[in-house]
């Protein structure tokens, strides 16, 4: 390679970044090797940013005063949000650490393009003259302290070099540069006006093959090019191949999973990823790890509200202590906090046993994991005794300590990959603590804060091995040399991109200075230039684009437009089927059925009550799984009052109304003010019993307390206009037994009329509530039947009370007659064949003791009464495997 037998000692060859300062230095030792060479002495290349470091190192130590502090992005950052913390504007914006990133970029780029930050273009908008005043603020900052940002750091080197302070390398070769900022190139300048030679590196113009193609849609390209790349790597093993992804940080993930079927197709293969013989550049953002999204919500559980996701994911992590001899347990404590419906806690909220929820027992970490709980009750005495505020060095420490007494990085043994990420971890740490000399003691959240910015924008991927394939993005793939090169996603609306200006640089001087993203023009000669370069980097070239995004139509790029038009049955492809396909094809199911389980013994306790009716009814595999397995679908939690929330506020209020009033002549014999300031203070009192202590005193529950009082005014007025009643008894218990089931009974409401006869109430909130819900062999509702069957002399009917925002209605069946046509007699129902009240209680009798005995015995058929109805909140599908049943037929 001509390159090579050029360099002279003392030539300096430097990359616009390391993978391509990699890539060099590799085929340098090729070259040497293949000239039959042992040793040979090492080549000085290296990115022009570290060259710009190790300048500075060599004047560290040539120079007699002592240097400014040079400062680290994460440093200049922290600066940046603190000048605009206390800047007048600060009650204006909105995020300020993203406002922070735009103004350290605007004085980045303005430092580049040598353009001063007292220029009077700046002040022609008033974003412009914000930005000067952040901007003075900066630099005062920097003189003041004796400070260096990084984006100065060219004009410091420079100067430095015309005093002869540092002597530059005898010789630069540049490679791979598309651009080269005036900033650079003034150092550059200087170097050469000190007798450095300067040039670059122009590549022999290679032969090549480049077509375009057009796909459907994006996931069909990222198919494509990983099918196209295999069969190649199967034909060609050494080769070197590129897939150059244009977003390649945003699809990574997705880019990933297609690459792994893709290469993975087989079955049989391994699927470890030392058996992928690709590389993707892009990493993630290290809070993405969940090594380090653990340690995070670790340390956010000081906190005074912890959400349920944040606390679901402590107790699902492996990187907590005991977490795989708790791993049951914390399961159950989790399941019982979406019972409690609770959306965000508190570290007390944890620990406390019962306060959670008043309608939720024993729901507390301490009973639940002792071993958490006593490291949580550890984290909150070292966060207590700990002072207010504290340096950044102080506070990391105290990080490390906390996450040391929750256990954190967990039990087990982490991977390679894991020890990589923990590495990258206590490297930001590290760094972090130096911070202390440019923030002023802080907060225990104002210092997380920090860290967690600072974590999130760390993009970091371990280290694999060397492989053939490379999965880059199309800046780091120019000027590298490969043997095959697929470009993608190159339609009109991405190549060129749409300009992206900076906000705080006037648009008339990016545009009269050039400065990056600032006009379509630019954007325009940029990818041009960009092109070439990759156009230069292969043998065979493949540029691709999507027809559609969604229901947008795409077109190929303007700057592709004159390379000839291919199809994809022309370009290699290996054989591949999608892994739903794949499982697909290659199921094998056995049908077992097994609709017996074993029968409760006559010593075994029975629980569930009238539920195991209703479950039997619906579905006797759901009341096996339900009542036996202890099989439930995890609900999730919801904001406010879940409907049964409201159906007990309901009830209560109601019962505390009726303790008042005993009987409608009370009812009928108070005014409307009167019974309304009944109405209101029961509610209220309903309110202070059933809703959960964090709710009260909100202004959801104000309104839902007047929701309540119109319904319940309402119900009053249906009540107004039935027979004389007095209300008997409320929440009234009853025990007996049916089929061998014990059974306790809890009555919304026992009426007795006035010859003394009884009628049961059960109210209801929902909307669907048929009274032939209480017929036929398998009934939904037969909490009532089961009653009237207690007491088959005295009790003459069953209702049920209907309340709610959209119906009032009273409505059953009854021996007696009344003033309202939704209660009917017997006689006008035609769910029965019953022909009087105590033929249908036989009738009842009969069916109950049938389902009964049939959950003794173990009968669990997979039978849903209503396969649309009955399953669609079933949520136990992966366990009853019913569409695989029906799939089966």
Not at 31 to 60: E, M
Not at 163 to 173: H, M, N, S, Y
Not at 204 to 232: G, H, P, Q
Not at 337 to 356: P, R, V
């Amino acid at each position: 390679m001509d390159l090579f037998t050029d360099i002279t000692p003392g030539t300096t060859l430097l990359t616009p970044n390391r993978r391509l300062a990699a890539s060099f230095l590799k085929k340098h030792h090729q070259y040497q090797i293949k000239q039959g060479k042992s040793c040979w002495p090492s080549l000085d290349i290296l990115p022009f940013s570290s060259w710009q470091q190790r300048l500075w190192h060599q004047l560290a130590i040539q120079t007699i005063d002592a240097l400014p502090t040079l400062l680290i992005p994460q440093h200049e950052q922290l600066i940046w949000e603190d000048i605009l913390q206390h800047s007048p504007q600060n009650e204006f914006l909105l995020q300020i650490n993203l406002t922070a990133e735009l103004a350290k970029s605007a004085w980045g780029i303005l430092k580049q393009w040598c353009v001063q930050i007292n220029a009077p273009a700046l002040v022609t908008t008033e974003d412009g003259y914000i930005f000067q005043q952040w901007a003075t603020q900066f630099q005062l900052r920097c003189d003041t302290h004796h400070w260096i940002d990084s984006y100065s750091l060219a004009d410091y080197l420079g100067q430095a070099i015309e005093t002869l302070t540092i002597i530059p390398p005898k010789k630069l070769l540049l490679i791979g540069f598309t651009e080269i900022s005036p900033q650079s190139q003034q150092l550059f300048d200087r170097c050469k006006k000190m007798g450095t030679e300067i040039s670059e590196y122009q590549p022999e113009k290679i032969k090549n093959s480049a077509y375009r193609i057009s796909l459907e849609d994006e996931e069909t390209e990222i198919v494509s090019m990983a099918r196209w790349a295999k069969a190649i790597h199967e034909e060609y093993p050494s080769s070197t191949i590129a897939c150059v992804i244009p977003n390649l940080e945003i699809l990574r993930d997705r880019v990933l999973q297609i690459f792994s079927n893709v290469f993975l197709n087989d079955v049989t293969e391994s699927n470890s990823a030392t058996a992928l013989p690709f590389n993707i550049s892009a990493g993630k953002s290290l809070a993405h790890y969940p090594i380090i999204h653990t340690a995070l919500e670790l340390l956010r559980l000081a906190n005074d509200s912890i959400s349920l996701s944040s606390l679901s994911h402590i107790l699902r992590s492996p990187f907590v202590g005991e977490a795989e001899s708790e791993m049951v347990a914390r399961a159950e404590f989790e399941n019982q906090l979406h019972q409690a419906n609770k959306t965000t806690l508190s570290l007390n909220d944890i620990l406390m046993a019962g306060s959670l929820n008043k309608n939720t027992h024993n729901v507390s970490l301490s009973s639940n994991c002792p071993l958490l709980a006593k490291r949580l009750k550890h984290f909150i005495e070292n966060l207590n005794a700990k002072k207010k505020t504290a340096t950044i060095s102080e506070w990391v420490t105290f990080f490390m300590e906390q996450l040391s007494v929750l256990g954190w990085p967990g039990e087990r043994s982490i991977s390679s990959h894991e020890y990589q990420v923990v590495q990258c971890w206590l490297d930001i740490l590290k760094e972090f603590a130096t911070a202390e000399a440019i923030l002023k003691p802080l907060s225990y959240h104002q210092a997380l804060s920090h860290l967690t910015r600072i974590v999130t924008k760390t993009i970091f991927q371990p280290q694999s091995p060397e492989t053939t394939i490379q999965v880059l993005g199309i800046l780091e793939a120019a000027q590298l040399p490969f043997d095959y090169l697929w470009v993608m996603g190159l339609d009109d609306t991405v190549w060129p991109p749409t300009p992206k200006p900076n906000p705080f640089i006037p648009q008339h001087l990016q545009k009269k200075m050039q400065m990056p993203h600032a006009t379509a023009e630019r954007e325009l000669l940029y990818c041009k230039q960009l092109t070439q370069q990759l156009q230069q980097s292969a043998n065979e070239i493949i540029f691709s684009h999507a027809k559609q995004n969604k229901d947008t139509e795409l077109r190929t790029s303007p700057i592709l437009q004159e390379l000839p038009e291919t199809h994809i049955s022309a370009l290699p492809q290996s054989e591949f089927t999608p892994l739903t396909t794949h499982i697909h094809q290659s199921q094998s199911l056995e049908m077992i059925y097994d609709e017996i389980g074993p029968p409760i013994l006559d010593t075994q306790s029975i629980r569930g009550g009238v539920k195991i009716f209703e479950l039997q009814a619906a579905c006797p595999f759901k009341a096996f799984a339900e009542l036996r397995l202890h099989a439930h679908k995890i609900n999730s939690p919801m904001l406010g009052l879940r409907p049964q929330d409201r159906g007990i506020l309901v009830h209560k209020t109601l019962e505390i109304i009726w303790q008042i009033l005993k009987d409608q002549t009370t009812l009928l014999n108070h005014d409307e003010l009167s019974l309304l300031n009944i109405v209101r203070n029961s509610v209220e009192k309903a309110i202070l019993i059933t809703a959960d202590a964090s709710m009260r005193n909100t202004r959801y529950l104000t309104l839902e307390a007047q929701r309540l009082e119109k319904i319940t005014m309402e119900w009053l007025e249906l009540e107004k206009q039935r027979s004389y009643f007095k209300v008997h008894a409320q929440e009234e218990e009853r025990t007996m037994t049916i089929g061998n089931i014990p059974i306790r009974l809890r009555i919304d409401r026992i009426d007795e009329t006035d010859d003394g006869k009884k009628l049961i109430i059960d109210y209801k909130t929902g909307k669907n509530n048929a009274l032939k819900a209480w017929f036929g062999d398998r009934p939904d509702e037969p909490q009532l039947p089961i009653y009237c069957i207690s007491d088959p002399e005295n009790i003459v009917g069953i209702l049920f009370g209907q309340i709610n925002i959209e119906k009032i209605e009273l409505k059953g069946i009854s021996q007696l007659p009344n003033h309202l046509s939704s209660i009917k007699n017997l006689s006008d129902i035609t769910y029965t064949q019953a022909d009087n009240w105590m033929e249908q209680i036989d009738i009842w009798q009969s069916t109950l003791e049938k389902l009964g005995t049939e959950f003794c015995n173990g009968y669990a058929q997979v039978d849903p009464k209503d396969p649309v109805e009955t399953c669609a909140y079933c949520g136990l599908q992966s366990l009853c495997r019913i569409n695989d049943s029906c799939s089966s037929h």
